[in-house]
């Protein structure tokens, strides 16, 4: 793949999630049990980053402010995402800590997160290259010793990585990922990998977990 097609992919994406931003909001009403888990990765009085925050979903799960499940602690909570209605869905809900922005460019200064958030993010990405970059600007927001807390779709595809899965009558791009692919890439990006697993759903495999730390 050529970085000219790997832009016409994140262009195609974008356009889906504004066109079906409605649509996927109702989806995301229900929490599922592997999202609930990553609670306990966020701490009290963190500066929070939610990359593709969608319509705020993970903020009423991490944020006591959020107010809608037991467990949330006090942050400074900072969500973004590519989609203009996506946001607009988010800001109406929750008020303005949501913003439109650019995974690969990040709006935000050196070392001001404690943590970043990627859930069902990285693989949306198209091209090696581009998920490298989108990493680079997330260690440099991360402080020292802050870290990636990343999800990835765990997707049964026995010959081909790039794919495209509907929604809605719509098509979204998926890479398939490998636990050793995720491994390999967040090294390669400056990471000390923490923590690399599958999480379950009645005990069932339905994403990969994988958190680093900016050393």
């Not at 929490?31 to 306990?40: A, G, I, M, Q, V």
């Not at 069902?120 to 490298?132: F, T």
């Not at 719509?170 to 697993?197: I, P, Q």
């Amino acid at each position: 793949m050529n970085l000219r097609k790997a832009y016409k992919i994140l262009a195609e994406n974008k356009n889906t999630y504004n066109e079906v931003a409605e649509e996927f909001h109702q989806t995301r009403k229900k929490y599922n049990p592997e999202t609930e888990e990553l609670k306990s990765y966020v701490k009290e009085k963190e500066k929070v980053l939610d990359l593709g925050c969608g319509t705020g979903r993970l903020y009423e799960i991490l944020s006591a402010q959020g107010g809608f499940v037991q467990g949330g602690k006090n942050i400074n909570y900072t969500g973004i995402d590519f989609s203009e209605n996506l946001i607009r869905i988010a800001k109406g809900k929750y008020g303005d800590r949501f913003i439109v922005g650019d995974i690969l460019s990040l709006p935000f200064s050196d070392n001001y997160f404690d943590s970043v958030w990627a859930i069902a993010v990285l693989h949306h990405i198209p091209m090696k290259k581009l998920r490298k970059r989108a990493l680079s600007e997330i260690k440099r927001v991360l402080r020292p010793g802050g870290r990636i807390i990343a999800t990835c779709w765990k997707i049964k595809s026995f010959f081909r990585r790039d794919v495209f899965i509907p929604f809605h009558g719509k098509k979204r791009y998926y890479h398939v990922f490998k636990k050793r692919e995720l491994k390999k890439l967040f090294e390669e990006s400056g990471f000390k990998l923490e923590e690399l697993r599958d999480l379950k759903r009645d005990n069932k495999k339905t994403n990969i977990l994988v958190i680093g730390k900016k050393i």
